[in-house]
């Protein structure tokens, strides 16, 4: 293995140099693919996948438009769970869900190779840190409208309960695509497990290595018929013509509840935060239209908060004597932690480490939302030499906070919002390098493939005769773009159940298969939040 060690070793210094100079992370969802298409399209090119491409013309049973229909899915599940014998009476203070964007079953056996492959072993033995995890169970991953989901209605159900539109956020699937009346009506917003928590006094946060107004964060304190109305300006690319006024998703986290209450915002994203006429801390034009900068508003009313730009302010905060924080490390999406500045963007596991501290200053425990985002963004670009180290990249932040907290009291939750159509194909030998050729078999033609394939793609490497082309010269390249059947502008999102991991207190009841919309029933449940069923009412 010492061949394929060394090989592998090198491809991953290779590849940050090779990507850094030509690699543009711009959003990779794009509203037409999501939604479906629409006539301003033009308007909206710097987006690969369009949300008016996903959530048009699709079917929504109508009773799946209630919120109370996923109170009571959850209900039930639950209620099944307890009828089985309790090992566990422990109640959890402190509540951490970790989410793997885009992190198929498929993408985490591959992290899972290739961190072994890195130590110069076979690899398929070796386990990352949430594989550990006592109990494990599988999470169905449709939407209310969606028999594959977007990461906007995922996040409603992972952390409000309730499933949802594609595309929309914090709002029942009553509220039509674009239709900002209906999202501005409280009848039809849904509350998340932040806002639970901070009803029940306990510190809350979100940590993400995309934008603080993405859709993933976002889910855990937005109301919008849209995730990509992340600010004014937005709304007028992507709106269609609104003429009921929405609020962007940057104007809720700073001013409204629950996001105003947030101790800690770790991520990416400053140009949703101020205006056109201000340059940012990394020599870029704000994106907001209305002249609001929001970020000093949030500062007026934190004044005793603290703002970081950077890795070392970040390192620097004293979590003791700053009891408010927010770190905004890009204008955009974060970099690839392969193409990141070390000196400069922290990684997941140090905004981990520095939420943790914000949050255990209160006494009564705190809920943490952490998303390794950029797991989805590698698999989107068909280049999991990225997406796998960004898994590798979560690990490490788990291992982080299970060595920070107290297990008797701290539940951890870790998960994926929807799969990607990866696969492992063929049947390739013991210690195969998993981001090579498949060395033991060969299409009809005789032709050597990969090992990892993507069902939709840019790239499916035929010749002029739709024969595949042999990769020999080509799969070693650090940049290589992995080969796909069906060719698209991208790779898009599969509908498969994802994985979810469990330790802590009332960790047990994460086994089986569930509906994702439970998951945030049940962490309420074993921490006594919110107003579902609860531990302590038994």
């Known amino acids: 293995m010492s061949i394929l060690y060394v090989a592998l070793v090198l491809l991953s210094a290779l590849v940050a140099t090779t990507w850094s100079a030509a690699f543009d992370m711009s959003e990779v969802h794009n509203q037409e693919q999501l939604v479906g298409r629409s006539s301003v399209g033009k308007a909206r090119d710097v987006n690969l996948l369009d949300p008016n491409a996903l959530g048009k013309n699709k079917y929504t049973p109508p009773e799946e438009k209630a919120a109370q229909f996923w109170y009571d899915l959850a209900n039930e599940e639950i209620a ?8 566990d ?15 198929s079953l498929t993408t985490l056996a591959a992290a899972r190779i290739l961190k072994g492959q890195l130590k110069g072993n076979t690899g398929e033995e070796d386990a990352l840190s949430f594989e550990k995890f006592p109990y494990t169970g599988l999470s169905r991953t449709y939407c209310s409208n969606a028999q594959v989901p977007d990461s906007a209605c995922t996040a409603t159900a992972y952390l409000c309960g309730v499933k949802t539109n594609i595309v929309a956020l914090g709002v029942t699937a009553n509220v039509n695509f674009n239709n900002c009346s209906g999202s501005e009506d409280p009848a039809n917003q849904v509350s998340s497990i932040a806002a ?10 979100i940590v993400t290595t995309t934008t603080l107004t993405h859709a993933s964060p976002s889910g855990a304190y937005a109301h919008s018929t849209n995730r990509f109305f992340e600010s ?3 709304i007028v690319t992507y709106g269609e013509g609104q003429n009921v006024p929405c609020t962007d998703i940057a104007t809720q986290l700073i001013t409204q509840e629950p996001g105003k209450n947030f101790d800690v915002m770790l991520g990416g994203g400053m140009g949703k935060f101020l205006p056109k006429s201000i340059t940012d801390k990394f020599g870029n034009k704000g994106e907001r239209s209305d002249g609001v900068n929001l970020l000093s508003k949030w500062q007026s009313l934190h004044p005793e908060g603290a703002l970081a730009y950077n890795r070392n302010q970040l390192l620097s905060v004293d979590a003791k004597r700053i009891p408010r924080l927010i770190g905004l490390f890009n204008s955009g999406i974060m970099d690839f932690h392969k193409l990141a500045d070390s000196a400069q963007k922290p990684t997941l596991e140090e905004m981990t480490k520095k939420a943790i501290e914000v949050v255990s200053q209160n006494d009564e425990g705190y809920f943490l939302f952490i998303e390794g985002g950029l797991v989805d963004y590698g698999n989107h670009y068909n280049i999991p030499q990225m997406g796998l180290d960004e898994v590798h990249e979560l690990s490490k932040a788990v291992e982080t906070a299970l060595g920070m907290t107290n297990p008797e009291e701290t539940l951890i939750v870790v ?18 390098n998993i981001l090579g050729l498949n060395q033991h078999d060969t299409d009809i033609n005789g032709v050597k493939y990969a090992t990892l394939n993507y069902a939709v793609g840019t790239n499916p490497y035929l010749d002029e005769n739709g024969k595949r082309e042999p990769l ?5 390249d650090p940049s290589f773009i992995f080969p796909s059947y069906i060719t698209s502008t991208l790779g ?11 330790t802590g207190p009332q960790s047990h009841l994460f086994s089986g298969v569930m509906q994702q919309s439970t998951i945030p029933h049940l962490m309420a449940y074993a921490g006594c939040i919110g107003d579902g069923p609860k531990l302590c009412d038994n």
């Open 196 to 205: 639970w928590a901070q009803a029940a006094g306990k510190a809350s946060g």
């Open 472 to 476: 020999e010269d080509k799969i070693d």
């Open 415 to 432: 998960t994926s919002d929807h799969a990607h159509p990866l696969s492992i194909a063929g049947y390739p030998g013991r210690g195969t």
């Open 80 to 87: 099944k769970r307890l009828a089985l014998p309790q090992v």
């Open 232 to 234: 004014d300006t937005d």
């Open 492 to 502: 898009v999102h599969s509908g498969d159940d994802v994985g979810v991991f469990a």
């Open 89 to 103: 009476k422990r109640k959890a203070k402190n509540l951490i869900m970790f989410l793997g964007d885009g992190m």
